[in-house]
């Protein structure tokens, strides 16, 4: 069965930047499941394993406009201290936040008194990324999966 919209994808991958360090990676891990054609993986990647089937090998090079996106300056901001969680914080902590925009994962970049500087751009935007991929299996997604948007089961929500 090959890879189309509405098909459930499972696969081990590698994720490697330009000059070759894993930045992540599936090995030892149980391998990667998403519902392809519904945004649950990076745009660059999920063209690159249109029409595959299980047990090929991709490799893939995704430009950062087709992956994590380009670093938006506007994504920097100061922030008053007591409109964020309580706790220590110091810099390069990650924070689930929740804004009238919506929710969100920040990077804590600097703390000055009591205003925190974040930085709510993806770690890896700006970034190439480069994926080595080997298909596991192709299957049509069940009905609740495709009213749910996301895969259920194993490797998938549950």
């Known amino acids: ?47 690159a394993l249109e029409g595959k089937q299980g047990g090929d090998e991709v490799k893939a090079t995704v430009p950062p406009a087709d992956g994590y996106g380009l ?10 201290r007591r409109r964020l969680p309580e706790g220590k914080l110091q810099p390069g902590m990650r924070l689930h936040l929740r804004t009238e925009q919506g929710q969100g994962v920040v990077t804590v970049m600097a703390i000055k008194g009591d205003y925190v500087t974040i930085d709510g751009n993806h770690p890896l935007s700006d970034k190439t990324l ?18 749910h948007g ?8 549950h």
């Open 1 to 47: 069965m090959q890879i189309g919209a509405n098909k459930v994808v499972t696969f081990h991958y590698s994720l490697r930047d330009d000059e070759g360090k894993v930045l992540d990676s599936s090995e030892g891990r149980a391998p990667m499941t998403y519902l392809h054609g519904k945004g649950n993986i990076v745009p660059g990647l999920e063209k």
């Open 150 to 157: 996301h895969v259920h089961g194993p490797g998938g929500h």
């Open 130 to 147: 480069h994926f080595e991929v080997k298909i596991v299996e192709v299957r049509d997604a069940t009905a609740e999966e495709l009213a």
């Open 71 to 80: 670093r938006d300056d506007k994504n920097i901001r100061n922030v008053p």
